[in-house]
């Protein structure tokens, strides 16, 4: 499920999406996007989820999943690698509002994006002109630290069970992100289908396996 609003409304909240990833600067794994409005009262506590303990982040996790209106997108490495980070993570801000929309049923009043850029003009599909960009948002707007809870415990919970079909990566550890273990593991193992290979300590691992057959 990509999508969900709570069974009793969202009241009289109005209707601001916090929109934010997870997932741009790791090897390996997908980038995972999450939109978010949020209920009345909403989920005490949200914040960047950088700044959340993981226990913190588990237990907002499931609150805004049930009380809040959300779309979650997922883009794939081997999708990534064909647009580059940058606009595999615009696509994903894109399908995730539009999928927050599609559930509401009607648009909203305005799109608050954490970083520097909006999809305007840069996504084909993108129709929130209006939309503005916050850098650090996931700490100054709570819909946008909802937004970061979400996508990175959806990403880092895909991480996980990537990481039992790909052992030795420490994948459950550092979700993909290129730690000491990890590269050493790229260099005596190689790439996974996983992996980005567009990244270049991947594209480098790649070089050396085939120099090495």
Same mark, same amino acid.
């Given at each position: 499920?990509?999508?969900?609003?709570?069974?009793?409304?969202?009241?009289?909240?109005?209707?601001?999406?916090?929109?934010?990833?997870?997932?741009?600067?790791?090897?390996?794994?997908?980038?995972?996007?999450?939109?978010?409005?949020?209920?009345?009262?909403?989920?005490?506590?949200?914040?960047?989820?950088?700044?959340?303990?993981?226990?913190?982040?588990?237990?907002?996790?499931?609150?805004? #999943?049930?009380?809040?209106?959300?779309?979650?997108?997922?883009?794939?490495?081997?999708?990534?690698?064909?647009?580059?980070?940058?606009?595999?993570?615009?696509?994903?801000?894109?399908?995730?509002?539009? #999928?927050?929309?599609?559930?509401?049923?009607?648009?909203?009043?305005?799109?608050?994006?954490?970083?520097?850029?909006?999809?305007?003009?840069?996504?084909?599909?993108?129709?929130?002109?209006?939309?503005?960009?916050?850098?650090?948002?996931?700490?100054?707007?709570?819909?946008?630290?909802?937004?970061?809870?979400?996508?990175?415990?959806?990403?880092?919970?895909?991480?996980?069970?990537?990481?039992?079909?790909?052992?030795?990566?420490?994948?459950?550890?550092?979700?993909?992100?290129?730690?000491?273990?990890?590269?050493?593991?790229?260099?005596? #193992?190689?790439?996974?289908?996983?992996?980005?290979?567009?990244?270049?300590?991947?594209?480098?691992?790649?070089?050396?396996?085939?120099?090495?057959?």
């Amino acid at each position: 499920m990509f999508s969900a609003t709570p069974h009793k409304g969202l009241g009289s909240a109005p209707l601001v999406v916090g929109v934010d990833e997870a997932g741009r600067g790791p090897l390996a794994g997908p980038v995972v996007a999450a939109a978010v409005v949020l209920c009345k009262p909403c989920p005490g506590g949200l914040d960047d989820s950088k700044k959340l303990s993981a226990k913190r982040r588990a237990a907002l996790e499931p609150q805004i #999943r049930e009380r809040c209106a959300w779309g979650l997108a997922v883009i794939e490495p081997a999708e990534i690698d064909r647009l580059n980070i940058f606009h595999a993570t615009m696509r994903a801000m894109t399908l995730a509002v539009a #999928r927050l929309v599609e559930t509401l049923g009607c648009e909203p009043e305005t799109v608050l994006i954490d970083g520097n850029m909006t999809p305007h003009g840069r996504q084909s599909d993108w129709r929130w002109a209006d939309a503005r960009a916050i850098v650090g948002g996931d700490g100054k707007e709570r819909c946008i630290g909802a937004a970061s809870i979400l996508a990175k415990e959806y990403r880092d919970r895909l991480m996980r069970e990537a990481a039992l079909r790909h052992p030795g990566y420490g994948w459950d550890r550092n979700a993909g992100y290129g730690t000491a273990e990890h590269l050493e593991a790229l260099r005596t #193992r190689g790439p996974t289908p996983l992996h980005r290979r567009s990244f270049a300590p991947v594209a480098q691992a790649d070089l050396f396996a085939e120099s090495a057959a």
